[in-house]
């Protein structure tokens, strides 16, 4: 990701009003914010692609998905595992074999069979290694696309031996709802877990703002109390939707020359992307 450059008033602005390094809630100053049930899941999935199983993770747009499966990757071990990633959920079937072999540095080819017998000779290439195959934005794919992943897993092979690859599904609330229809049974019955991902408690949400000062070099949160939990009834807990809104915040504090920051800062960044929202603070 691009750093974002800062305007150099602001910048003068963010170090003098608060003494803070950088933009606290830009993406490249963000370090993983771990909660319990953060670190659980990150366990838990190590724990099942051990076991070489199928599933899903599923969780709200912006609640820190993506974090998590970066974190789980990196944290595989190179000798005992291969991991692929795909994002190009929106693609038909065949579409989705072709860009397989593209991230698994394979020539994609025209025939299903043709890509399929590759991915396969390349399993068989890895030895001991076991293939992860992770799918972004997984609420998107057709069934077409969901059929196909399901039958990588049925190549021909002694029944004692593992199944040739584990998949994991990534996608918001909309995955789900989308396996448990019929036509995508057969998948289904080959999924061994289903972990949910849910957004900040309020006390998270606040350890979280806290944090992401701490991590530009101010230890005093400047948000008043009101100011954080205003921030979180408005987000939801989502902690993409409480950067957007606290950057949002800053921005109008500084262009005022105000040190303090407020539940009237807070609802100036409403005003400016209202579509997030969930609390209107003039009703407060």
Request: contains cysteine.
């Amino acid at each position: 990701m691009t750093p974002i450059v800062l305007d150099a008033q602001l910048e003068i602005r963010l170090k003098t009003l608060w003494g803070a390094s950088a933009m606290p809630f830009a993406p490249q100053v963000s370090q993983p914010f771990w909660t319990t049930l953060s670190q659980e899941l990150l366990n838990q999935l190590r724990q099942m692609l051990a076991v070489r199983s199928h599933g899903l993770l599923h969780g709200p747009n912006g609640v820190g998905k993506t974090v998590l499966v970066d974190a789980l990757l990196i944290s595989l071990p190179e000798k005992l595992f291969a991991a692929t990633r795909l994002a190009h959920s929106s693609l038909s079937g065949s579409d989705l074999l072709r860009a397989f072999c593209h991230a698994l540095g394979l020539p994609p080819q025209m025939r299903r069979s043709d890509n399929i017998h590759q991915i396969h000779r390349h399993w068989q290439s890895l030895g001991s290694l076991h293939p992860v195959l992770v799918v972004d934005e997984a609420q998107n794919l057709s069934a077409q696309a969901l059929e196909e992943l399901r039958l990588l897993g049925c190549a021909p092979r002694p029944s004692i031996q593992p199944p040739p690859f584990s998949l994991l599904l990534v996608g918001d609330e909309d995955l789900l709802p989308r396996l448990q229809m019929g036509i995508n049974r057969p998948l289904r019955s080959r999924l061994g877990f289903c972990l949910a991902f849910a957004p900040f408690t309020e006390e998270q949400t606040l350890s979280y703002i806290s944090e992401r000062w701490r991590q530009v070099g101010v230890a005093q949160d400047p948000f008043p109390e009101a100011a954080q939990r205003l921030l979180h009834q408005a987000s939801g807990g989502i902690a993409r939707t409480i950067n957007q809104l606290a950057q949002l915040a800053i921005l109008h504090a500084a262009r005022l020359n105000q040190r303090q920051l407020s539940i009237e800062h807070v609802g100036a960044a409403l005003n400016q992307i209202p579509w997030i929202a969930r609390l209107n603070p003039q009703q407060s």
